[in-house]
């Protein structure tokens, strides 16, 4: 049997999870089927790109599992002009999945071996709307103007207001946000106008965000 099919009998097997969960865009999945995970897991581990655990990478880093992967992407209610900004560029795969279904993304990382093999990763599949940087998420990115939708994936303490700021009126913000010592749940944040609407998603396995790049990796 070929890689290939595989992979195609893996995302089935995907699909049919995530429709158990009532996750059933089209347009996502599509996306999701285009963008082959494997060739984001680290080497050895491609049996378990499409699984529901977590999958550990460089640094320290990890990816989340597959289905949280697409709940999450799901939750962002994704649109062709839109303009993305994530925070926490990990493999980079959702990323990917993500610059299939808007205009542009600008995804950074604290991380330069993360950021490497991200951009290494987009490059052979030739996404030239994602943008791949090396930079300290923890306070905010000036100088980029504003975005629809933010997305964070390394757990802050409280909604980070300073990157609610950056979005357009109408666009919303998914963080993890650390509930106890070990517990974090995904937070909605959508802006309306100078106001701000708040809903708790779901329990995810985030870690805390690390202030600052990283000095050697």
């Known amino acids: 049997m070929t890689v290939r099919m595989d992979e195609k009998e893996c995302f089935a097997s995907l699909v049919l999870r995530l429709r158990a969960e009532g996750i059933s865009n089209i347009e996502l999945l599509t996306a999701v089927e285009q963008t082959p995970r494997s060739q984001f897991v680290p080497t050895g581990m491609e049996a378990s790109a499409y699984s529901s655990r977590t999958i550990p990478i460089d640094c320290g880093a990890f990816m989340e599992g597959a289905d949280m992967a697409v709940r999450i992407l799901d939750q962002l209610k994704l649109k062709p ?8 560029t990990g493999s980079g795969y959702t990323a990917a999945v993500m610059s299939r279904l808007v205009e542009r993304v600008l ?4 991380y330069k071996t993360l950021v490497s093999e991200a951009q290494r990763r987009v490059d052979s599949l030739q996404m030239r709307n994602v943008i791949v940087r090396q930079a300290d998420g923890s306070t905010g990115l000036q100088g980029e103007g504003t975005f629809d939708r ?5 757990a802050f303490s409280a909604m980070p207001r300073f990157y609610a700021e950056q979005l357009v009126s109408g666009g919303s913000m998914i963080a ?3 509930v106890s010592e070990d517990k974090c749940r995904m937070v909605r944040l959508t802006k309306t106008g100078s106001r701000f609407e708040t809903e708790v998603l779901f329990d995810a396995p985030y870690l ?7 000095a050697w990796l």
């Open 176 to 178: 993890p946000l650390m």
């Open 81 to 88: 002009a839109h303009r993305v900004l994530e925070v926490g």
């Open 208 to 214: 805390p965000i690390v202030p600052q790049l990283a």
């Open 107 to 110: 995804t950074i990382d604290r």
């Open 150 to 154: 933010i997305l964070v994936t390394a």
